[in-house]
């Protein structure tokens, strides 16, 4: 990939020219589904563009005690990472990728969350420090069955390329490391039942709290971009991809918008979870499918 | 499961809000906001005493008085309605834009900004009927039986 075709992927296609639309869209579609799920009318469609505007023009009150260089520095590299990962998704075929832009891809995914985990601890908030620490301790939990079942769907595919893995034909193995990345999902957005580090009724959004104006409103959109990073990863994964570029994106964009919905209505139908039952979940119910995928995984390439 | 179910209801049965600036039909047992009357009004203070959520505010003067009516604190409740024996206070039909039939309580922005504060004058008080004069009773004294039978 030249640098040119990286920057273009980067800034314009599926980076932050359509990265951050369709961040803005995620947010609604969820907030609105969850709304509608209520009995609610949910909020409008231009809604998180108005509050992203509205928290760009608030201004930041001094806070004492806190170093303000590194309480701005921890939004912006959340939303720089999150639109990286965006901009490595191979949405339309033959669009370039490396080998082991996945890793690249998992790691770029990682850093927004290591950034709440800090902004959390800087802010010298207890609230913030309390939503830190359930989120590094839920980070801890669900990140192992969320590799684990990566690296079994690279493995059994024999490549860690995005691209490659998004042409090669879908296998039985490669449905039960989505599936336990799917369970891994509402813990990488935080969303219910695994809300937990930035509840909002117990801990004031947690790492959140010290936060206002345009810190927040980057806090936001590094929100929204996770989504369209992580449902994008979800929907390369299980969609197949074809020679045609539009049918291509078109099954792409459906398919992330049906696993927003999923979520929305997993989020709307649970409540929020303790922290020891969260871990609970995923080190002694979920971490089966995912050591389940990896030694078939392994199998299959000893065996091959 | 049922909670599922009751998602799928809730997503295709419609919404129970409304986008802000749209607001609720009240209902007919509405009570709507309090009016006043200075005209009836004898200020005798009962509204104010039966107003728990303190929307009624009086402060009596020389020779006049000050009544006054925050709807941005009130409960509706109808207690000072009921216990007004001067019939001076009513529940509303037409004054602050309030119809039963479609307007719900009126939005406000500050604290006390639909406030309204009344200075009605005392009436003189209404001339003592004449009250006649009682007859004097005298009351029979017994004889004393001192020296009686002797």
Redesign the interface.
């Known amino acids: 990939m030249s640098l040119l075709t990286a920057l273009a992927r980067l800034l314009i296609f599926p980076g932050i020219l359509f990265a951050v639309p369709a961040a803005w869209f995620f947010l609604w579609v969820e907030r609105k589904s969850v709304a509608m799920m209520q009995g609610r009318v949910g909020p409008p469609f231009m809604q998180p563009f108005y509050d992203f505007i509205k928290l760009l023009g608030k201004e930041t009150p001094q806070r004492a005690g806190v170093a303000g260089g590194l309480m701005r520095a921890w939004p912006l590299i959340a939303v720089s990472t999150a639109a990286g990962a965006v901009g490595l998704l191979p949405v339309l075929p033959s669009s370039g990728g490396f080998q082991g832009d996945l890793i690249l891809l998992l790691a770029l995914l990682e850093v927004p969350s290591i950034c709440i985990i800090a902004a959390g601890f800087s802010s010298r908030s207890i609230f913030g420090e309390i939503g830190s620490a359930r989120e590094a301790v839920l980070s801890v939990s669900y990140n192992v069955v969320f590799l684990l079942a990566i690296i079994s769907v690279a493995a059994s595919q024999h490549t860690f390329r995005l691209e490659a893995l998004a042409q090669l034909p879908s296998t039985p193995l490669r449905w039960v490391g989505i599936l336990a990345i799917l369970i891994c999902l509402p813990a990488k957005l935080h969303l219910n039942p695994f809300s937990l580090p930035n509840a909002e009724q117990e801990i004031y959004s947690g790492p959140m709290v010290e936060f206002a104006g345009p810190e927040l409103a980057m806090w936001e959109l590094s929100h929204g971009l996770e989504w369209v990073a992580a449902t994008g990863l979800v929907a390369t994964l299980i969609a197949p991809q074809t020679a045609f570029w539009g049918l291509s994106a078109l099954v792409f964009i459906a398919l992330s918008f049906g696993i927003v919905l999923l979520l929305s209505a997993l989020a709307a139908a649970t409540a929020r979870l303790a922290i020891d039952t969260t871990v609970r979940f995923y080190w002694q119910c979920t971490i089966i499918f995912a050591v389940l995928a990896v030694s078939s995984a392994l199998f299959m390439r000893i065996r091959s | 499961m049922r ?2 179910t009751m ?1 799928w209801k ?2 295709w ?1 419609g ?5 802000f600036p749209a607001r609720p039909k009240v209902t007919q047992r509405f009570r709507g906001l309090v009016q006043f009357d200075p005209e009836l009004c004898s200020g005798c203070a009962i509204c104010k005493f039966r107003c728990t959520s303190r929307a009624i505010t009086y402060q009596a003067g020389k020779g006049e008085f000050t009544w006054g009516y925050d709807p941005g604190q009130c409960t509706f409740c109808g207690r000072c309605v009921e216990g007004c024996t001067e019939h001076a206070l009513k529940e509303g039909h037409t004054e602050h834009a309030l119809s039963q039939e479609s307007a719900c309580p009126p939005i406000y922005l500050q604290e006390g900004e639909l406030k309204k504060v009344y200075t009605v004058k005392r009436k003189a008080p209404a001339p003592k009927p004449a009250t006649p004069v009682a007859p004097k009773v005298t009351a029979a004294i017994p004889e004393s039986s001192t020296g009686g039978a002797q």
Request: without cysteine; positive net charge; glycine residues 10%.
């Open positions: 909670i599922l998602l809730n997503f049965g919404s129970r809000t409304l986008l």
